[in-house]
Nanobody
Framework: QVQLVESGGGLVQPGGSLRLSCAAS????????MGWYRQAPGNQRELVAT????????YANSVKDRFTISRDNAKNTVVYLQMNSLEPEDTAVYSC????????????????WGQGTQVTVSS
């Protein structure tokens, strides 16, 4: 069974930094795109950043130049989100997403989600 496990959330003051990690485990063939999404109370879930296997990245405008997404190239199963210059508006539950191909011959991958980790930015 495939699982995504996040870590690294917490409470931080405005202007501070946090680093989130998400590791995929289980039996699968390969992982395609990985990314981070967030959902604040009363809001819909929104994309934060994504990264492909070749390292191409995509960011929400609100986090560009403050957040950096990266991937563990050795195993290609771990994705990180370095968050700098955090603002109260960044407070949300951050969830990891991965498009995973279970079998080598699968034509499409399946989207998996982590359980989410709380990030709170407050003084």
């Amino acid at each position: 069974q495939v699982q995504l496990v996040e870590s690294g959330g917490g409470l931080v003051q405005p202007g501070g930094s946090l680093r989130l990690s998400c590791a995929a485990s289980g039996s699968f063939s390969r992982i395609n795109v990985m990314g981070w999404y967030r959902q604040a109370p009363g809001n819909q879930r929104e994309l934060v950043a994504t990264i492909t296997t070749s390292g191409n990245t995509n960011y929400a405008n609100s986090v560009k130049d403050r957040f950096t997404i990266s991937r563990d190239n050795a195993k290609n199963t771990v994705v990180y989100l370095q968050m700098n210059s955090l603002e109260p508006e960044d407070t949300a539950v951050y969830s990891c997403n991965a498009n995973i191909y279970i079998r080598p011959w699968d034509q499409t991958g399946r989207n998996y989600w982590g359980q989410g980790t709380q990030v709170t930015v407050s003084s």
